[in-house]
């Protein structure tokens, strides 16, 4: 590290420890390299091989500006974008990363401010670039940060593309450059973000102006949680002349990269809309609309009586997707396809097979949304919409990747039809059944915790258990395994890898309800064991009821470890 790390801050850090005598803090973070994969890379920003930092931020981008010189014809003539968001070190890694591409005579396409994420997927394919990078960590915590890259398609990347490049970037790190003093003037970067920017924000106003209703579109609570959405948002709502419905959460309106006012700087958080309640409160609003801080993410709020009600992932998905699915021709309602992820919600799948519309299933993901959202349109397909439960939609008219500000004004129109979402969302629960969704996590911190987890379970049943918390299991995929019970030759139709651990259960009904699914997955990007638990009912309550009876026993049989740690705002559904 001492030997190619320039940066003063980073080298005074590894000095500090070995004066210190830190052995092992210093094998943590020397002793092992920070991982590449399909969502590149995210990890706590700190001296080391194991973190992000100016050293692998340069060896990250010339690796990747190998492969791409060695893989894309035309790689350095067409570029590559590259944008960032507001959090500590974005920009200097941003230009860092525009120094090596530069160095290997790429051009840059460059963002010259901050960003919403979706604006460098967004710019892909117009700009012709072969690739985009974005430097973000999305809604993780103040320290960390990341590096996003995107094919030519404007999508993630996805694998085996993911350990081609992590393989270049392993042949590639001898720093070729520190220097961005001369960053500004080279004729190899080529300031763009006026023009897409502008392009951007005409799209996503085209695309929404036939269904808004403007006069209609009530007041609302905005909160880009310290992040970079307000600019975003305010343009977007400029455009379509309804720029005076909002009201902005001042502390939280400009970026500030230490999140001050939150615990997490993620919408599904307890206490991350606190502040958005009480502006709403104050103004007497009744709708709360929030992005994370990169902003590729949305949330939705609403007061209902005198009670708020947050709505989940789930929930916004099934509404945007109902709404859009409203608005299509009748003749071709069976030409139009939705896709959801393995984890979310089976509601949009029950409205589709009443409605005869089509929805497909993916791996979790938008590099796995996006890229099956090309392969069905390349084959002559619609594909109107997809979403995943953690807050992300994408509408594919625009970009294939998630974007809050889209979904944000996507969901404006929806309002101005309907009037009070909820009220909505409850009559497609009276129209197409009670889905409840009760999705929560356990910290990890030790790897072994989670690998001792999945073997325990993996080992309850050959090829899986008969019973699970006394019901009966219906059907039983473990993509770690490569193995469905109820596929024919009992090989799933979705990709399996030994590499992540995902299971998921299907429960015969029990006296409260009409079934449960629930599936558990070794988070990709941070140290949790996700659980996504869905339960039938014939009413909300039943159907709440079901989710939360099942959660408690599987606490008690399953995840009956002190190293595992629950997801605090679920403890109180749980006593």
């Not at 409205?351 to 005869?356: D, M, P, R, S």
Request: charged content about 20%.
């Amino acid at each position: 590290m001492l030997t190619f790390g320039k940066d003063a801050v980073t080298r005074f850090e590894i000095e500090g420890l070995l004066d210190k005598g830190q052995t092992l803090e210093l094998e943590k973070i020397l002793g092992t390299r920070i991982g590449f994969g399909t969502a590149g890379l995210r990890a706590r920003m700190q001296a080391g091989f194991a973190r992000l930092n100016s050293l692998t931020i340069i060896q990250t981008s010339q690796g990747l500006a190998e492969y791409l010189l060695l893989t894309c014809p035309g790689a350095a003539a067409k570029g590559i974008i590259i944008g960032y968001d507001a959090r500590h070190n974005s920009k200097k890694f941003a230009e860092l990363a525009a120094a090596a591409f530069i160095a290997k005579g790429i051009n840059v396409l460059w963002y010259e401010d901050i960003v919403h994420t979706p604006m460098v997927p967004y710019g892909v394919k117009p700009l012709g670039a072969v690739a985009g990078v974005m430097i973000t960590a999305s809604h993780n915590p103040a320290q960390d940060n990341g590096y996003k890259v995107y094919g030519s398609n404007g999508c993630q990347i996805n694998s085996p593309e993911d350990a081609a490049i992590a393989a270049s970037i392993l042949e590639n790190l001898d720093p070729v450059t520190w220097d961005v003093g001369q960053l500004h003037s080279s004729p190899l970067l080529r300031p763009v973000l006026p023009l897409m920017k502008t392009k951007y924000l005409r799209e996503v106003s085209g695309f929404v102006k036939e269904y808004l209703k403007a006069t209609s579109v009530p007041s609302f609570v905005y909160t880009p949680l310290h992040g970079v959405g307000l600019q975003y948002m305010t343009a977007a709502l400029e455009q379509l002349s309804i720029g005076n419905r909002i009201t902005a959460v001042q502390q939280q309106a400009q970026p500030d990269p230490n999140f001050p006012t939150v615990k997490y700087p993620n919408p599904e958080e307890a206490g991350a809309l606190d502040l958005a309640i009480e502006t709403a409160d104050e103004h007497g609003v009744r709708l709360i609309l929030a992005n994370d801080p990169d902003a590729d993410r949305f949330a939705v709020a609403e007061k209902v009586g005198d009670q708020w009600q947050q709505f989940t992932g789930d929930q916004v998905g099934a509404l945007l997707g109902y709404y859009l699915f409203s608005h299509v021709i009748p003749s071709d309602v069976r030409n139009c396809i939705m896709l959801i992820s393995a984890v979310s919600s089976q509601m949009l799948a029950e409205i589709a097979a009443k409605e005869g519309f089509q929805v497909s299933e993916t791996l979790t993901g938008f590099k796995w949304l996006g890229n099956t959202a090309l392969a069905l349109e390349k084959a002559g397909n619609t594909v109107t919409f997809a979403y995943e439960e953690a807050l992300g939609y994408m509408v594919p008219g625009i970009v294939h990747d998630k974007d809050g500000v889209t979904a944000a004004v996507l969901f404006l129109c929806a309002v101005s039809d309907w009037g009070s979402p909820w009220e909505k969302l409850l009559q497609l629960y009276d129209k197409y059944g009670y889905f409840y969704t009760l999705n929560t996590y356990w910290r990890s911190p030790q790897v072994t915790a989670t690998k001792k987890l999945f073997g325990r379970i993996q080992r309850l049943g050959n090829p899986f258990p008969v019973t699970v918390v006394g019901r009966r299991v219906l059907r039983w995929r473990d993509l770690s395994k490569n193995y469905d019970s109820a596929t024919p030759n009992n090989v799933p139709v979705l990709p399996s890898s030994t590499d992540s651990q995902m299971i998921t259960c299907w429960l015969g009904s029990g006296s409260l309800d009409q079934g449960i699914r629930f599936t558990i997955r070794a988070s990709g990007t941070e140290p949790k064991i996700k659980i996504y638990l869905e339960c039938q009912g014939q009413n909300y309550d039943k159907a709440k009821a079901g989710a939360v009876d099942i959660l408690h026993h599987l606490r008690q049989e399953w995840f009956d470890d002190p190293d595992l740690i629950l997801e605090e705002k679920i403890l109180d559904l749980l006593t």
